[in-house]
T-cell receptor, first 120, second 114 residues
Framework: DVKVTQSSRYLVKRTGEKVFLECVQD?????MFWYRQDPGLGLRLIYF???????EKGDIPEGYSVSREKKERFSLILESASTNQTSMYLC???????????????????FGPGTRLTVT | DQQVKQNSPSLSVQEGRISILNCDYT??????FLWYKKYPAEGPTFLIS?????DKNEDGRFTVFLNKSAKHLSLHIVPSQPGDSAVYFC?????????????FGQGTELSVKP
């Protein structure tokens, strides 16, 4: 079974603090993702990484940075936490190596349990 | 620009009846579609998928239909059970997405009443 773990389930931080969210996957997946989920807005991609030390901005990267020093670990950093970053943060991983029998890629992403971050 | 849209934020269905969740997309390059289910305080879990070369995929009580000309897909749950109550997200991908990026809809909250 694929396992994606996140360092904390619940986190409370103060405005201006630097926050680290850690994600680890055990399936040797090359792709990793950070999302935030807010009511009515669905899952919005913050950053993703398709290889060690590689990172790409998603749809809402402002106020965030990421680090991927090892294949299994992808960290999300809030440089100076603000109240509008209160949210559920979800990490995911996937592999795009290989195809299904019909020739299309297999893009299923496996998610961690999420971190509910509250910034006060 | 919302490329994947779920226009119904919520749906309520009686136990045993059919639940139909809808999803529309705008990008004709999308070639693979997925449905995820999410319970509160948990991460989303993969439910079912369909590639663009098919128009139907079935897995037990769950069936996904794809209408490429209308750029529309739907998830049918028959029969619905109270344990199906969750938020459902549809997602899409196209072959030029670097890193297997998925585009998610806003989600539909399904409530199945006993």
């Amino acid at each position: 079974d694929v396992k994606v773990t996140q360092s904390s389930r619940y986190l409370v931080k103060r405005t201006g603090e630097k926050v680290f969210l850690e994600c680890v996957q055990d399936m040797d997946h090359e792709n990793m993702f950070w999302y935030r989920q807010d009511p009515g807005l669905g899952l919005r991609l913050i950053y993703f990484s398709y290889d060690v030390k590689m990172k790409e901005k998603g749809d809402i990267p402002e106020g965030y940075s990421v680090s991927r020093e090892k294949k299994e670990r992808f960290s999300l950093i809030l440089e100076s936490a603000s109240t509008n970053q209160t949210s559920m943060y979800l990490c995911a991983s996937s592999t795009t190596l290989g195809t299904q029998g019909d020739g299309t890629g297999w893009y299923e992403q496996y998610f961690g349990p999420g971190t509910r971050l509250t910034v006060t | 620009d919302q490329q994947v849209k779920q226009n119904s934020p919520s749906l309520s269905v009686q136990e045993g009846r059919i639940s139909i969740l809808n999803c529309d997309y705008t990008n004709s390059m999308f070639d693979y579609f997925l449905w995820y289910k999410k319970y509160p305080a948990e991460g989303p879990t993969f439910l079912i998928s369909i590639s663009s070369i098919k128009d139907k995929n079935e897995d037990g009580r769950f069936t996904v239909f794809l209408n490429k000309s209308a750029k529309h897909l739907s998830l049918h749950i028959v029969p619905s059970q109270p344990g199906d109550s969750a938020v459902y997200f549809c997602a899409a991908s196209h072959p030029y997405n670097q890193g297997g990026k998925l585009i998610f809809g806003q989600g539909t909250e399904l409530s199945v009443k006993p």
